[in-house]
């Protein structure tokens, strides 16, 4: 029995993850290589649509190697990517995402459906298992959409091996997720209103205030930095399409906002 731990039953199989056998005195290429990776990203439902959002650090290894990074890559008009891993592979991924939908568009003269496009990044993560399985390729992206039919925003989740899951009120992956998760989770339940019914500037703060909790206990992930004048990349997906929030818009909400404890009537934690 494995308890549907998938990396156990590939190696009680004989599967080796990573490169086969080498010949003698020849170390693994990726032994030498700091891969760049991507981290944190989040989404959540509140009460216009979905809100998506990422930290601007991609490090390798220890190694700070960006600080400006947009880890929430617009899609289409109405559906956004954001990645945590690889970057090289899922800009690409996002590349393909993105001429598809639009061919799609253009030569059936409709927009694909939810449900294809869903699948769509299914397919592609599927198709990028042998990278994702010798660690030098893996993506776990969240993709984020407003279903005009059904008048609701959407998150999907999904593992490196292109398994999709459905957040019904958010959703998180990266190395700073498990910071935030269980945040979100007593903020939904227990907070002063539940995630759903936040208006946008409370979102927004709660987005922020969440980015800092994450880069105080990961060193992957990448705060505010008010000198640089740099903050994180949140979208919003609502009913008009994707908008992106100006940083000076971040900069005056993370000054008056997000900086100290939250007072009465404020966003924030409501533990107390």
Same mark, same amino acid.
């Given at each position: 029995?494995?308890?549907?731990?998938?990396?156990?039953?590939?190696?009680?199989?004989?599967?080796?993850?990573?490169?086969?056998? %080498?010949?003698?005195?020849? +170390?693994? /290429?990726?032994?030498?290589?700091?891969?760049?990776?991507?981290?944190?990203?989040?989404?959540?439902?509140?009460?216009?649509?979905?809100?998506? *959002?990422?930290?601007?650090?991609?490090?390798?290894?220890?190694?700070?190697?960006?600080?400006?990074?947009?880890?929430?890559?617009?899609?289409?008009?109405?559906?956004?990517?954001? /990645?945590?891993?690889?970057?090289?592979? *899922?800009?690409?991924? *996002?590349?393909?995402? +993105?001429?598809?939908?639009?061919?799609?568009?253009?030569?059936?003269?409709?927009?694909?459906?939810?449900?294809?496009?869903?699948?769509?990044?299914?397919?592609?993560?599927?198709?990028?298992?042998?990278?994702?399985?010798?660690?030098?390729?893996?993506?776990?992206? /969240?993709?984020?959409?407003?279903?005009?039919?059904?008048?609701?925003?959407?998150?999907?989740?999904?593992?490196? %091996?292109?398994?999709?899951?459905?957040?019904?009120?958010?959703?998180?992956?990266?190395?700073?997720?498990?910071?935030?998760?269980?945040?979100?989770?007593?903020?939904?339940?227990?907070?002063?209103?539940?995630?759903?019914?936040?208006?946008?500037?409370?979102?927004?703060?709660?987005?922020?205030?969440?980015?800092?909790?994450?880069?105080?206990?990961?060193?992957?992930?990448?705060?505010?930095?008010?000198? *640089?004048?740099?903050?994180?990349?949140?979208?919003?997906?609502?009913?008009?399409?994707?908008?992106?929030?100006?940083?000076?818009? %971040? +900069?005056? %909400?993370?000054?008056?906002?997000?900086?100290?404890?939250?007072?009465?009537?404020?966003?924030?934690?409501?533990?107390?």
């Amino acid at each position: 029995m494995h308890n549907g731990d998938f990396w156990s039953l590939l190696k009680s199989t004989g599967y080796q993850l990573g490169p086969g056998p %080498l010949p003698a005195g020849r +170390e693994p /290429i990726e032994s030498k290589i700091a891969l760049t990776q991507g981290t944190t990203i989040f989404g959540l439902k509140y009460k216009d649509g979905v809100l998506v *959002a990422g930290d601007r650090r991609a490090t390798a290894g220890t190694t700070v190697m960006y600080d400006r990074t947009d880890k929430v890559l617009e899609i289409d008009r109405h559906s956004v990517m954001a /990645i945590a891993g690889v970057p090289a592979t *899922a800009f690409e991924i *996002a590349r393909v995402m +993105e001429h598809t939908f639009k061919y799609y568009r253009r030569s059936q003269l409709q927009e694909l459906s939810l449900e294809g496009k869903v699948r769509a990044l299914s397919k592609l993560l599927k198709e990028n298992i042998p990278m994702a399985l010798q660690g030098i390729g893996a993506v776990a992206p /969240i993709y984020a959409a407003y279903d005009l039919p059904r008048k609701e925003g959407k998150i999907f989740f999904y593992d490196i %091996l292109g398994a999709e899951f459905e957040g019904v009120e958010f959703a998180t992956s990266g190395s700073g997720s498990p910071a935030i998760r269980g945040v979100l989770h007593y903020e939904n339940r227990w907070g002063a209103r539940p995630l759903a019914d936040l208006p946008e500037e409370e979102a927004i703060t709660l987005t922020m205030r969440l980015l800092e909790t994450a880069a105080e206990f990961d060193s992957a992930t990448g705060g505010s930095n008010r000198e *640089a004048h740099l903050y994180p990349v949140i979208k919003l997906v609502t009913r008009e399409g994707v908008r992106e929030i100006p940083q000076k818009e %971040l +900069e005056s %909400l993370y000054a008056n906002k997000v900086v100290g404890r939250p007072g009465v009537g404020e966003p924030g934690l409501s533990i107390g």
